[in-house]
């Protein structure tokens, strides 16, 4: 059994008290067989943390839509509970499959249903709407739900960041014939291989404006792709504002497109980018189930969680990311922007990891720092100091992992698992803004590591239905973890670090088992 890190547990003990599975616990729910609950699973009032401030009621009249997952997919047990929400004036449609119920009410409705109540709270200067308790449903009605979006919570965060000053590479930041060299990519398009008749879901805020992916194509000499905007919870936020253009769906559409340039690629967007929201955007992409992939620019710490009294939304997501992998789609999620350390809003140099980066049905993917030549090949590829990594304080650690020499703990999951380019200081190119100057700039974080990762999965799906497989490759992360040791198709990243963990030869939590050669990726996964 591998070792945990003595000083890592020597930090996370000392914030246990306050954190990670006490939040979890205020959810009546089961968690799934990968979540470790620490407290009493009956204990059900959110956390009350010194860091949270009760700043008053709710609008009772207020529309929210949410969703609830249940525990399988009976027509029964929908019909059960779907009724008695309807007794209380709330609306409910049923997914195809029965297992999700996406719920729209007021939230006095709401809380005459769930027996129990809404607040508004201050958490690290944002104010946001939970529940008071975690829902009180009748047993014939509570034992056959799993997870609710029921709470808003918090806003999710954007891991894209700007840098004006570019220290390597081209005022632009790398665009995408750079990264197909350097990922050795070329070689898949060489084959034919460049997405055509595979899929790719993006879970974003707001919105993007199509003249920008047109400015960045031309540019750029890539085909045309229409990207197919799917709205979630409505088109305006909760002040009835359209949301305009952001640079994160911006730069995740281009980031696929500049990967797979023909793979169809479907935007879900939600307009406040509530944690619940995303639980409704993951149980839609779910219940869609068509594409081959699913990228997340967005995450919260784990102890954000905890300090919000926001379990019963991370367990909530857990279930919809759950089904997303049932649905064969691979999931990955961006590792985070701040190294190895935490929020410093709750205290300074503790160690933790983002969710849903660190959910077990999701491939976390790092960054790296990456230098070129003049001629747009690979000089130096080393640990990116914001690649976010460490171990999960929630979710158990997974076979393929714990076979892994190398990972910090072997009893949690580690982050991340792979990478590819993020240093903001390279930056990759985006089109962004494209009436105002400049036109194109240089954008750095995991968000630019994360979607393309989902376009080299529709590269790699494509390459298996050229070679007749008619079902998109499963249990993605496992087959990667078994070519780690293939230097021609998985490159070691070993210099470097990400604050307290260093880059090293095999798995690290700086840049996980490494970075694609993409060319040779396709053709040991057909």
Same mark, same amino acid.
């Given at each position: 059994m591998f070792l945990v890190n003595q000083r890592m547990c020597a930090v996370r003990m000392a914030i246990s008290a306050i954190a990670l599975a006490i939040a979890i616990a205020s959810c009546t729910a089961s968690a799934s067989a990968n979540v470790v609950i620490r407290t009493s699973p009956t204990f059900k009032t959110p956390v009350r943390s010194l860091l949270l401030q009760h700043v008053g009621g709710v609008n009772q009249g207020q529309i929210h839509p949410f969703t609830?997952?249940?525990?399988?997919?009976?027509?029964?047990?929908?019909?059960?509970?779907?009724?008695?929400?309807?007794?209380?004036?709330?609306?409910?449609?049923?997914?195809?499959?029965?297992?999700?119920?996406?719920?729209?009410?007021?939230?006095?409705?709401i809380a005459s249903a769930a027996h129990t109540?809404?607040?508004?709270?201050?958490?690290?200067?944002?104010?946001?709407?939970?529940?008071?308790?975690?829902?009180?449903?009748?047993? @014939?009605?509570?034992?056959?739900?799993? +997870?609710? &979006?029921? %709470?808003? #919570?918090?806003?999710?965060?954007?891991? =894209?960041?700007?840098?004006?000053?570019?220290?390597?590479?081209?005022?632009?930041?790398?665009?995408?014939?750079?990264?197909?060299?350097?990922?050795?990519?070329?070689?898949?398009?060489?084959?034919?291989?460049?997405?055509?008749?595979?899929?790719?879901?993006?879970?974003?805020?707001?919105?993007?404006?199509?003249?920008?992916?047109?400015?960045?194509?031309?540019?750029?000499?890539?085909?045309?792709?229409?990207?197919?905007?799917?709205?979630?919870?409505?088109?305006?936020?909760?002040?009835?504002?359209?949301?305009?253009?952001?640079?994160?769906?911006?730069?995740?559409?281009?980031?696929?497109?500049?990967?797979?340039?023909?793979?169809?690629?479907?935007?879900?967007?939600?307009?406040?980018?509530?944690?619940?929201?995303?639980?409704?955007?993951?149980?839609?992409? @779910?219940?869609?189930?068509?594409?081959? +992939?699913? &990228?997340? %620019?967005? #995450?919260?710490?784990?102890?954000?969680? =905890?300090?919000?009294?926001?379990?019963?939304?991370?367990?909530?997501?857990?279930?919809?990311?759950?089904?997303?992998?049932?649905?064969g789609i691979t999931t990955f999620a961006a590792s985070g922007d701040s190294g190895s350390w935490g929020d410093p809003f709750i205290a300074v140099n503790f160690l933790d990891v983002l969710y849903p980066a660190s959910d077990p049905n999701v491939i976390a993917v790092g960054g790296t720092t990456l230098e070129t030549?003049?001629?747009?090949?690979?000089?130096?590829?080393?640990?990116?100091?914001?690649?976010?990594?460490?171990?999960?304080?929630?979710?158990?650690?997974?076979?393929?992992?714990?076979?892994?020499?190398g990972v910090a703990s072997g009893l949690f999951k580690n982050l991340p698992d792979v990478s590819m380019d993020a240093d903001p200081n390279t930056g990759v190119a985006v089109a962004f803004l494209v009436n105002l100057p400049p036109p194109i700039f240089p954008v750095g974080g995991t968000s630019d590591s994360s979607p393309a990762w989902a376009g080299v999965m529709a590269l790699v799906n494509q390459g298996r239905a050229m070679h007749g497989h008619s079902v998109p490759l499963q249990n993605v992360a496992a087959r990667l973890y078994g070519l780690r040791t293939n230097p021609n198709v998985i490159d070691d990243i070993t210099i470097g670090a990400n604050g307290y963990f260093a880059a090293k030869r095999g798995y690290d939590n700086a840049t996980g088992i490494g970075v694609p050669n993409v060319g040779n990726l396709v053709r040991a996964l057909q």
């Open positions: 609830i997952v249940l525990r399988g997919t009976s027509p029964t047990d929908a019909l059960i509970v779907a009724t008695y929400l309807r007794t209380y004036g709330l609306s409910v449609s049923e997914s195809a499959d029965k297992h999700f119920l996406h719920v729209v009410g007021t939230f006095g409705q109540g809404f607040e508004r709270v201050k958490f690290g200067g944002e104010t946001f709407v939970r529940a008071t308790s975690a829902p009180n449903f009748p047993p @014939a009605v509570a034992m056959r739900v799993r +997870a609710t &979006s029921m %709470s808003p #919570g918090m806003r999710m965060r954007s891991l =894209a960041i700007r840098k004006q000053a570019i220290v390597v590479g081209p005022q632009t930041g790398y665009g995408p014939q750079t990264l197909a060299t350097v990922y050795n990519i070329n070689s898949a398009y060489a084959s034919g291989i460049t997405g055509a008749g595979r899929t790719v879901d993006i879970a974003a805020c707001n919105n993007i404006d199509p003249n920008d992916i047109a400015f960045f194509e031309n540019f750029y000499g890539l085909p045309t792709n229409v990207v197919h905007v799917i709205h979630i919870d409505g088109t305006r936020d909760q002040f009835g504002n359209i949301p305009p253009p952001d640079l994160e769906p911006t730069l995740d559409v281009e980031r696929v497109i500049g990967t797979a340039p023909k793979a169809r690629v479907n935007l879900y967007v939600v307009p406040d980018c509530f944690i619940s929201q995303f639980v409704d955007m993951f149980a839609e992409i @779910a219940e869609n189930g068509h594409a081959d +992939a699913l &990228s997340v %620019s967005y #995450g919260l710490f784990e102890a954000d969680y =905890a300090q919000a009294g926001a379990g019963d939304l991370l367990l909530a997501q857990n279930a919809a990311l759950e089904a997303v992998s049932d649905a030549s003049t001629i747009g090949t690979r000089l130096f590829e080393y640990a990116w100091g914001g690649s976010g990594g460490g171990v999960s304080g929630i979710f158990s650690i997974t076979p393929w992992q714990a076979a892994t020499p």
